[in-house]
């Protein structure tokens, strides 16, 4: 599902054209932009439409952006307060084109490893746990991934709610980055993991062939469902000392910031997360950047979960649902995180944006001034930016309604 529905999001989004401006404004880009917008809304794909705004070209008879009219910056819905889109991010948000002094660039890591984009970069640290579980789940018999293109435009699924068990045959290998989250594990040699789509926090993993073996059994094997495994008795020591719970966040925005690989990320990481600091404290939304707000969780690890199979399944459910600010609006905390080369060097800027909902979204090209319809549209309201879209996974809502955008489920 997540192979097919990236491939065919990212099928309608493909490189622009060579005459098209190198910025994201202007009425070529906001032409081309208002029919990526166009073909993800018939994909049943929340979309943002800010780009008709900036858009001279007529709107079709009956679409919802306009009433046939060319759209502009002042009679297109007011949707930047009847200004132009740079003149809106100075007025509320100031210069994000800058870095704040003090702030720091760089995180401790000499990663070269690569892979096929959209499912990750994985790194050749041998000392890391990412490569120890790389090596592995390599030992495994798992359905393979070879990255390869379709072709032509595949057809996007039917909405498949994001919480559906997936069976194993059809899963590949789970993608496995590296990042500048700090270990919360109480064992100083361990080490923390964050697992998507599950959305949750996994502390005390041993940094070992074992201990990746025990994460991938009790944690990421196909088959668990989002609580993973119980375990009890002699099954807790050793490498079965594994502590999870769901995660605090609202949303986690994970920055390819690798300068060895990449300078352009190496310079645009620092640039990007400072904007999107700057944007969500103006929403009321606080960051986490080094994994702080996941020591001391409340409760009862998902490991020490008592009850059946779909009362410990409920029991996330409801602490996920519970998170502040995960139906959107303003409020709640984001995790931003530094990750390991994700690949694409002409897409500098490059992140990705997770959600509790299931939602998955690769943003590409994406520049300081960009941020606030990252924060405004993507985070607030769930909506994809269209002309920042690499490719997405679980953001197709059909007809059915979900909340927000795809933020809900």
Known sequence: MFKKLSSAVSSLTGSPAPELPPTHRGPARAQAYTQLAKELHDASVPVDTSDCAACNLPCPVGNDQGNGSAGTVVDAGQVWDGQSYEEYVLHHYGDLGHL????????????????????GRLVDEESGLAHKLHKYVSTLSLPDDNGSKPKGKPKVEDYV??????????LPPPSSYSSSLISQSDDPEDQTVLVFPDWKVVHEVENTIEGAESLYSHVL???????????????REGTGRLSSWVMPYRAVVLLCSHKRRD??????????RSALITCLAKH????????????NLDGRSL???EGTEEERKEHVEKQRKNIEGVDGGSGGE????NINHLGGHRYAGVMLILFPSGAYLSYGRVSPQEIPRVVEETILKGKVVP?????????SRGAVSTGPGFLGW
């Open 263 to 272: 300078k352009r990320c190496h310079i645009a990481a620092p640039l990007l």
């Open 334 to 337: 984001v995790g931003i995180f």
């Open 303 to 305: 490991e020490d979960l």
């Open 284 to 295: 009321g939304i606080t960051v986490d950047e080094t994994g702080g707000s996941l020591c």
């Open 161 to 170: 709610k994001p919480a559906t068990d997936i069976s194993a045959p059809s």
């Open 221 to 235: 094997r196909a088959g668990l469902g989002r609580a993973g495994e119980r375990l009890q008795g002699d099954a």
């Open 100 to 119: 704040p002094d003090g702030f720091e660039q760089d995180w401790e890591s000499d990663l070269a490893g690569s892979g096929s984009a959209p499912r």
């Open 387 to 395: 002309g920042l879209l690499r490719s997405a996974a679980g953001v």
